[in-house]
């Protein structure tokens, strides 16, 4: 098993992304230790440790609603876009 720091630091900035852990600075050290040694398993699972894999859908379907529209279809959504913003009234 190859240790990355980089990836292990990115999961753990996240705080979304990591499960419910003690609010006691003390139950929280205790914990992190335990699972740092064994005595514990994380209970962090597999798709809260990689977040990457949830975000396929969204940075594809741009892309590929954009290759499906006409350049016409696309100024009208731009056109309509447009208008809707410029009429809101702050």
Known sequence: MNFDPAES????????LVAKRPRDPAQLAKQ?????????EDTVSESKRH????????VKGGKARAKSL???ERA???RIAATVRW????
């Not at 630091?9 to 979304?16: A, M, S, Y």
């Not at 992190?32 to 064994?38: E, K, L, N, R, S």
């Not at 977040?51 to 969204?58: A, N, T």
């Not at 009429?87 to 702050?90: I, M, T």
């Open 76 to 78: 009208d959504i731009a």
């Open 32 to 40: 992190v230790f335990d699972i740092a040694t064994g005595e514990a």
């Open 87 to 90: 009429k809101k009234k702050v």
């Open 70 to 72: 006409t350049a016409a």
């Open 51 to 58: 977040p990457s894999s949830k975000r396929k859908g969204g």
């Open 9 to 16: 630091w990115r999961g753990l900035c996240d705080t979304r």
